[in-house]
């Protein structure tokens, strides 16, 4: 049987009822294994894996506003993911002066490289927020699945979670990505079990959805589904048995749908007014005019810094950003640049196990669909519609709800069934496992896996700037002594890691003799002078397929 927060009108699991009170441990320790094995790839990642482009951004931002009460740094994101990588910094004694006059990106340099703190560990303390965070959202996606399909969907759903190489690599880094992706979920699983018990579950929805909010602005898209759902919710409890009564269960809706705006809009501004209980704000200057249908944004219930926050986010937007896609470089965003990432960066079993809970779900767990793959969809094609192609980390909520939706293929009764779902499984397993510890650059095995995707896709997909110090170790063994010309794309400062490199754009290429290092998103968008570098240059490494070590005679 399903478990309490499911309706009648919801296909019993497969197998028909629910484990006895023997097959608890069992199921108990499969969740435990499964967390276990995420929480060491995460944490291996991060313990190796030097700051990526964003996170010293987060990480200076997180220090100023706590220390100084000040929104100054950052407002293109809302503050709550920030504040959640500082809970992991407050063990970390770290200070910035109040009359710091650097940018954003300067102060994230300041913080990591010049407080006179390992800049490896002030990161593992900022990341290790977002593990623990990651691994609270699996838990969400097992029970959302379990609600949905009973304890082996739990366990299929938890299982595509824990081996996605895109929640693992995006999940061990002190970002916003996974998070706001998470609470997401949360809001529709919450908003599912309201269907028996909105009193209990409808707040807390709005807290999720208010959470979301309050890490990254593209949460937004989600809200007008969330309050579609409310109603859907509350409908279901009450039930409907006359036209009267459909008014009045309608009226309810409205009202339940009001109140968990209220208390979204509650969380965001909460998430404010603990770094600034005053709130004083500055605007920044330059902040761009907004006109048309974005001028409706300033309508919205929020702090001024939020709604000054989206300005600086759509003048993002209104920049023209350089796509590299299946090998091509494109000059400005192309409309199926997620799918078609997501296809590459998705592991084959997990891809052919999302067609078939897509499926699964649409005929046989049908009004579950709309709490699982309608969020999906409109996130998504509201992703799709940005300007920014830099990779699939805008869309993470896609495996966190296609892993819920997979689960739906155990309700299929069939011996081939569940052959197909264990071998699909074991197959993103091994696939997933092969590629540790470098998950940021996965891509599966139709695209060659982690070493071919810098052919496929650039930036965070590839290259994110996180292999600085796996590359300074590379040149102490392999190549001492010998003339180092690096072309880095990233945050980290080369020579705090002991690497000693010249920039070979810098000078005339008949110069350029030894060790030509280079990102692999640089080589994707290499202009004419690194172009012809290259050409006249050898690949002898590859660094965490990240970066390629050339030499040049």
Same mark, same amino acid.
């Given at each position: 049987?399903?478990?309490?927060?499911?309706?009648?009108?919801?296909?019993?699991?497969?197998?028909?009822?629910?484990?006895?009170?023997?097959?608890?441990?069992?199921?108990?320790?499969?969740?435990?294994?499964?967390?276990?094995?995420?929480?060491?790839?995460?944490?291996?990642?991060?313990?190796?894996?030097?700051?990526?482009?964003?996170?010293?951004?987060?990480?200076?931002?997180?220090?100023?506003?706590?220390?100084?009460?000040?929104?100054?740094?950052?407002?293109?994101?809302?503050?709550?993911?920030?504040?959640?990588?500082?809970?992991?910094?407050?063990?970390?004694?770290?200070?910035?002066?109040?009359?710091?006059?650097?940018?954003?990106?300067?102060?994230?340099?300041?913080?990591?490289?010049?407080?006179?703190?390992?800049?490896?560990?002030?990161?593992?303390?900022?990341?290790?927020?977002?593990?623990?965070?990651?691994?609270?959202?699996?838990?969400?996606?097992?029970?959302?699945?379990?609600?949905?399909?009973?304890?082996?969907?739990?366990?299929?759903?938890?299982?595509?979670?824990?081996?996605?190489?895109?929640?693992?690599?995006?999940?061990?880094?002190?970002?916003?990505?996974?998070?706001?992706?998470?609470?997401?979920?949360?809001?529709?699983?919450?908003?599912?079990?309201?269907?028996?018990?909105?009193?209990?579950?409808?707040? /807390? *929805?709005?807290? &999720?959805? %208010?959470? $979301?909010?309050?890490?990254?602005?593209?949460?937004? +898209? #989600?809200?007008? @589904?969330? !309050?579609?759902?409310?109603?859907?919710?509350?409908?279901?409890?009450?039930?409907?048995?006359?036209?009267?009564?459909?008014?009045?269960?309608?009226?309810?809706?409205?009202?339940?749908?009001?109140?968990?705006?209220?208390?979204?809009?509650?969380?965001?501004?909460?998430?404010?007014?603990?770094?600034?209980?005053?709130?004083?704000?500055?605007?920044?200057?330059?902040?761009?005019?907004?006109?048309?249908?974005?001028?409706?944004?300033?309508?919205?219930?929020?702090?001024?810094?939020?709604?000054?926050?989206?300005?600086?986010?759509?003048?993002?937007?209104?920049?023209?950003?350089?796509?590299?896609?299946?090998?091509?470089?494109?000059?400005?965003?192309?409309?199926?640049?997620?799918?078609?990432?997501?296809?590459?960066?998705?592991?084959?079993?997990? /891809? *052919?196990?999302? &067609?078939? %809970?897509? $499926?699964?779900?649409?005929?046989?767990?049908?009004? +579950? #669909?709309?709490? @699982?793959? !309608?969020?999906?969809?409109?996130?998504?094609?509201?992703?799709?519609?940005?300007?920014?192609?830099?990779?699939?980390?805008?869309?993470?909520?896609?495996?966190?709800?296609?892993?819920?939706?997979?689960?739906?293929?155990?309700?299929?009764?069939?011996?081939?069934?569940?052959?197909?779902?264990?071998?699909?499984?074991?197959?993103?397993?091994?696939?997933?496992?092969?590629?540790?510890?470098?998950?940021?650059?996965?891509?599966?095995?139709?695209?060659?896996?982690?070493?071919?995707?810098?052919?496929?896709?650039?930036?965070?997909?590839?290259?994110?700037?996180?292999?600085?110090?796996?590359?300074?170790?590379?040149?102490?063994?392999?190549?001492?002594?010998?003339?180092?010309?690096?072309?880095?794309?990233?945050?980290?400062?080369?020579?705090?890691?002991?690497?000693?490199? &010249?920039?070979?754009? $810098?000078?005339?290429?008949?110069?350029?003799?030894?060790?030509?290092?280079?990102?692999?998103?640089?080589?994707?968008?290499?202009?004419?002078?690194?172009?012809?570098?290259?050409?006249?240059?050898?690949?002898?490494?590859?660094?965490?397929?990240?970066?390629?070590?050339?030499?040049?005679?």
């Amino acid at each position: 049987m399903i478990t309490a927060a499911a309706r009648e009108d919801v296909p019993p699991p497969a197998g028909g009822r629910a484990p006895g009170r023997w097959r608890r441990w069992p199921l108990a320790f499969a969740v435990a294994a499964l967390l276990a094995e995420m929480a060491i790839a995460m944490l291996t990642a991060a313990t190796e894996q030097s700051p990526t482009i964003d996170e010293p951004v987060y990480v200076g931002a997180a220090i100023f506003s706590l220390e100084h009460h000040s929104l100054r740094y950052n407002p293109e994101h809302p503050p709550l993911g920030k504040l959640l990588v500082a809970t992991g910094l407050a063990f970390a004694d770290v200070h910035v002066s109040p009359g710091f006059a650097g940018d954003q990106a300067a102060l994230g340099r300041s913080v990591l490289y010049e407080t006179g703190h390992d800049p490896g560990r002030l990161m593992l303390l900022a990341r290790v927020p977002v593990i623990v965070l990651t691994l609270l959202f699996g838990l969400v996606v097992f029970a959302f699945a379990r609600d949905l399909t009973g304890p082996a969907g739990g366990v299929v759903a938890l299982a595509l979670y824990a081996f996605s190489p895109d929640l693992v690599a995006h999940g061990s880094l002190a970002t916003l990505d996974v998070p706001v992706a998470g609470f997401l979920v949360t809001s529709a699983w919450l908003l599912w079990r309201a269907r028996r018990r909105p009193g209990r579950y409808l707040p /807390l *929805a709005g807290l &999720a959805l %208010g959470a $979301a909010v309050a890490t990254k602005m593209s949460a937004l +898209a #989600a809200v007008p @589904v969330v !309050l579609v759902l409310v109603v859907l919710s509350v409908r279901q409890a009450r039930g409907i048995d006359s036209p009267q009564r459909t008014l009045r269960v309608l009226g309810t809706g409205a009202a339940a749908a009001l109140g968990v705006a209220l208390i979204a809009v509650a969380v965001v501004w909460a998430s404010y007014l603990v770094i600034d209980p005053r709130l004083r704000w500055v605007p920044p200057p330059g902040l761009p005019p907004v006109g048309g249908l974005r001028s409706a944004a300033g309508l919205l219930p929020l702090p001024e810094p939020y709604l000054d926050g989206m300005r600086v986010q759509f003048g993002f937007e209104d920049q023209v950003w350089t796509t590299f896609l299946f090998g091509e470089p494109h000059v400005g965003a192309l409309w199926y640049y997620l799918p078609a990432a997501l296809l590459v960066k998705t592991p084959l079993g997990a /891809l *052919a196990l999302w &067609a078939a %809970g897509v $499926a699964a779900m649409a005929s046989r767990v049908r009004p +579950a #669909a709309l709490y @699982v793959l !309608l969020p999906a969809a409109v996130l998504l094609a509201a992703a799709m519609t940005g300007s920014r192609d830099l990779g699939v980390r805008y869309a993470l909520f896609v495996p966190m709800f296609l892993a819920i939706a997979a689960a739906a293929v155990v309700t299929v009764r069939r011996r081939w069934a569940s052959v197909f779902v264990a071998g699909m499984v074991a197959w993103v397993a091994v696939s997933s496992l092969r590629t540790f510890p470098y998950y940021l650059p996965y891509s599966n095995e139709a695209f060659g896996g982690p070493a071919r995707t810098h052919r496929q896709l650039h930036d965070s997909n590839v290259d994110w700037g996180q292999d600085l110090a796996r590359l300074a170790g590379r040149l102490r063994q392999r190549y001492p002594g010998e003339r180092v010309w690096l072309v880095y794309k990233g945050s980290g400062v080369p020579s705090a890691y002991g690497i000693e490199a &010249a920039d070979p754009l $810098a000078v005339p290429p008949s110069e350029v003799h030894g060790l030509l290092v280079v990102s692999d998103s640089s080589i994707a968008k290499a202009g004419d002078r690194l172009a012809a570098l290259l050409r006249t240059s050898v690949p002898v490494d590859d660094v965490g397929h990240s970066i390629t070590i050339h030499r040049r005679p």
